[in-house]
C-alpha cells in the first residue's frame, strides 16, 4: 500500500532531551516536507526537500534539523525540544514536480508534548 | 505577505444540507490552489486543484471553485453527509519557489 509513515505517533518528552521523528514513503517520490499544525493555525512548513541530499527551509524551521541521505526517509531532529515545540507534527511527500503542481500525500501525524 | 484566510473559522448544518466554504489568498505569483479534507486525528487529503485558467473542479459532491481576478475560491459540498465532518483547508502553491500557503482551516460538523 502507497503510504507515508510517521513513527512514533504519540510522544512525551522532557525540555532538553534530544529525539528524533521518522518519516518514510513508499512511493519513491522526490519532495519531502515536514509541517507543524497548532490550533488556530494553518500547517506551517518547518523543512522540505526536493532531492536526497537536498533540504531547505520552510517557515518555521528554528529548533529543528532535518537529513535526508535516501530518497525514502525524511528524519525530522529536535536537538534541544522545549515546550514551544509541542504540537501535532505531519509529514508529506509529492512526485517529482514537488508541491507546486502535485498532490502532497500525508502521514498520519506525530503529537509531541514536551514538558 | 503571502496569505490565505479562510471563513468561517467553523459551521454546524444538518445532514442533508448543502453548505459553502469561503477561501481568499494573497499569494503572488499564484501557482495552483487546492482543498485538503482532514479528519481528525488524521492527515489532509486532497480533494480538489485548481490551476490558474480553471474556474471550477468537481469531485463528487465536493465543487470547488476559482475567482483568479479577486483571489477568491470557495467549496461548495451538496447534500452533506456525517462523515463530511472534518476540517476543510484551503492550500495556494506560489509566492515565488516552491511555497505552499495553508489556511487555517473551517471546522464542519454534520449533525444528524
Redesign the interface.
Given at each position: 500500500e502507497a503510504q507515508?509513515t510517521q513513527n512514533p505517533r504519540y510522544l512525551i518528552t522532557v525540555t532538553g532531551k534530544k529525539l528524533t521523528v521518522t518519516c518514510s514513503q513508499n512511493m519513491n517520490h522526490e519532495?519531502m516536507?515536514w509541517?507543524r499544525q497548532d490550533p488556530?493555525?494553518?500547517?506551517?512548513?518547518i523543512y522540505?526537500s526536493?532531492n536526497v541530499e537536498v533540504t531547505d527551509k520552510g517557515d518555521v524551521p528554528e529548533g529543528y534539523k532535518v537529513s535526508r541521505k535516501e530518497k525514502r526517509n525524511f528524519p525530522l531532529i529536535l536537538e534541544s525540544p522545549s515546550p514551544n515545540q509541542t504540537s501535532l507534527y505531519?509529514c508529506?511527500s509529492s512526485p517529482p514536480s514537488?508541491?507546486?503542481?502535485n498532490?502532497?500525500f500525508?502521514?498520519?501525524?506525530t503529537r509531541l508534548t514536551v514538558l | 505577505k503571502n496569505q490565505v484566510e479562510q471563513s468561517p473559522q467553523s459551521l454546524i448544518i444538518l445532514e442533508g444540507k448543502n453548505c459553502t466554504l469561503q477561501c481568499n489568498y494573497t499569494v503572488s505569483p499564484f501557482s495552483n490552489l487546492r482543498w485538503y479534507k482532514q479528519d481528525t486525528g488524521r492527515g489532509p487529503v486532497s480533494l480538489t486543484i485548481m490551476t490558474f485558467s480553471e474556474n471550477t473542479k468537481s469531485n463528487g459532491r465536493y465543487t470547488a471553485t476559482l475567482d483568479a481576478d479577486t483571489k477568491q475560491s470557495s467549496l461548495h459540498i451538496t447534500a452533506s453527509q456525517l462523515s463530511d465532518s472534518a476540517s476543510y483547508i484551503c492550500v495556494v502553491s506560489g509566492g515565488g519557489g516552491f511555497k505552499t500557503i495553508f489556511g487555517a482551516g473551517t471546522r464542519l460538523f454534520v449533525k444528524a
Open positions: 507515508v519532495y516536507s509541517y488556530g493555525l494553518g500547517l506551517r512548513q522540505y526536493m505531519f508529506a514537488g508541491a507546486m503542481y498532490e502532497q500525508f502521514g498520519p501525524g | -
